[in-house]
């Protein structure tokens, strides 16, 4: 019996060598209609054409999208190279510029105080930079960095820029603490310059709020004194060495006795931004004796 019969109740099997006989010359037909005519050209290009060339298309834009982004993060990593090292060169210039300034901030106290030594040109002084000060705004007691070791002693006088800032209370080997004379309970005798007038100058912190300190127990007999006037540390102070210039007259009153005068004065230092200051190396005392 054939084997490719079909037995009564079997299903239908083919063998296998005639499948691969099949197949074989399905085969060889395809590959003599493919190289020997164009028959197949058409549908080919046509399945080319809607599968192929849209996969190449999209394929495509793929890749311009991936070089694209692959351009843009390599510009980025640029951009950001480049703003790490601007910011490394903003930083080195404002280190710079911040150096230049308090170069040039000290130059400028520098020239104040030379213009001060020569005004004062008759006394010893010894310069000094602050290096602490009592709470507060203003500079009412601070430290400086001179003391014993540099000849300094209790009582000496104290300037800044052309004006009286106070004098020495304590002396350490390398340190002194100065006591200004916007101090509460401060009190310098002083004289108005134009006219030699005494008047004693008191110190008092509040006033200091409206940039003044307080003078009182002014003898104005001539009625010579006026708003503007410079007044001076006098010759009958106690401690304070003569003729330094303390501030100038902002306001006049006549007392309730109608025979002295009262006021505020505008000091001669800004006692709020203080850094160096000029030390007068002769007492007062010793100043009388000679």
Known sequence: MSPIIKRKGERFTLPSKYLLFILTVLCTGLMILTFGTNILDA??????????????????????????????????????????????????????NTTLMQERYELLKLRELYKLDAQYSDYEKVGARIIARDTGNWYHSFTIDKGSNDGLMVDMNVMAEGGLVGRITEVGPNWSKIISIISDNSNVSGKVLATGDNLIVSGELELMQDGVIRFEQLLDSREQVAEGDK????????????????????????????????????????????????????????????
């Open 231 to 290: 007044i001076v540390t006098s010759d009958i102070s106690d401690k304070y060495l003569p003729g330094i210039l303390i501030g100038s007259i902002s306001e006049i009153t006549l007392d309730a006795n109608k025979l002295t005068k009262s006021g505020y004065l505008i000091p001669a230092v800004d006692f709020e931004h203080l850094d160096v200051v000029l030390v007068l190396m002769e007492l007062k005392q010793t100043l009388e004796e000679k």
């Open 43 to 96: 549908p080919l290009n046509t399945g080319a054409g809607y599968i192929v060339v849209p996969f190449q298309e999209g394929i495509s834009k793929i890749g311009n999208y991936l070089n694209d982004r692959a351009e843009e993060l390599g510009q980025i990593k640029a951009l950001l190279a480049e703003n790490e090292k601007l910011r490394e060169e903003n930083a080195d210039l404002t280190v710079e």
